[in-house]
């Protein structure tokens, strides 16, 4: 969600995220089983990877673009951990 999030020029509406959990849900159900979308978004919110501004709008901030540059030097893609 985050590299959409970035694809995006940084903003997204709360409800294009929804899909980026749902998938989530669908591929590790055991990890998502008491993990509410809201709690989801809560976490990247705590880590400062996105703002969630009142108007139901989500930002990507600095240390999220950071994290995503770390995740790409090292190689690691969301891809990866499929299957």
């Given at each position: 969600?985050?590299?959409?999030?970035?694809r995006r020029n940084g903003i997204m509406p709360v409800s294009d995220a929804r899909?980026?959990?749902?998938?989530?849900?669908?591929?590790?159900?055991?990890?998502y089983l008491n993990?509410?979308?809201d709690q989801w978004l809560e976490f990247l919110k705590q880590?400062?990877?996105?703002i969630r501004?009142?108007?139901d709008i989500l930002e990507i901030t600095i240390r999220g673009k950071d994290f995503l540059k770390y995740l790409?030097?090292?190689?690691?893609?969301?891809?990866?951990r499929r299957g």
């Open positions: 969600m985050l590299m959409e999030l970035n899909p980026f959990y749902e998938q989530g849900v669908k591929d590790f159900p055991d990890m993990y509410t979308f880590n400062d990877l996105l501004h009142p108007s790409t030097h090292w190689g690691c893609y969301p891809d990866a």
